[in-house]
């Protein structure tokens, strides 16, 4: 005779989230998350500062991108347009740090 022998099932433990949360709730619980929705945030609102000192042409090539530390990074569509930001760039740093923001340097990164 063969007996017919199956591995019990687990159990789901009862104190398991089963509802969506929103990435602010998220970023509220965890530091990690916070700190890099905090980085995000900044980086847009550096580029709304200099927004105006960017001819307009060349605006919608622009994105914000990360900071690391003192160094801020955008992100840019073309070469042509990064050829022309790198023109700016010592205006736009010397906006920021009129404003607040300890800006060091900006890199420009080409998302292809």
Known sequence: MHSDFRKPRKTIPMNRRHYAITLQQASE????LAKLAALTRDSSERLRAIEMLIPATLRSTVRAGPIDGTSWCLLVKSNAAAAKIRQLLP????????????V?????????
């Not at 619980?29 to 990690?32: F, V």
């Not at 740093?93 to 300890?102: D, I, N, P, T, V």
């Not at 060091?104 to 292809?112: D, E, F, S």
Request: glycine share 4%; net charge positive.
């Open 29 to 32: 619980d965890s530091p990690t």
């Open 104 to 112: 060091n340097a900006i890199r420009l990164k080409i998302q292809t």
């Open 91 to 102: 205006a736009l740093q010397a906006h920021l740090r009129s404003r607040g923001w300890e």
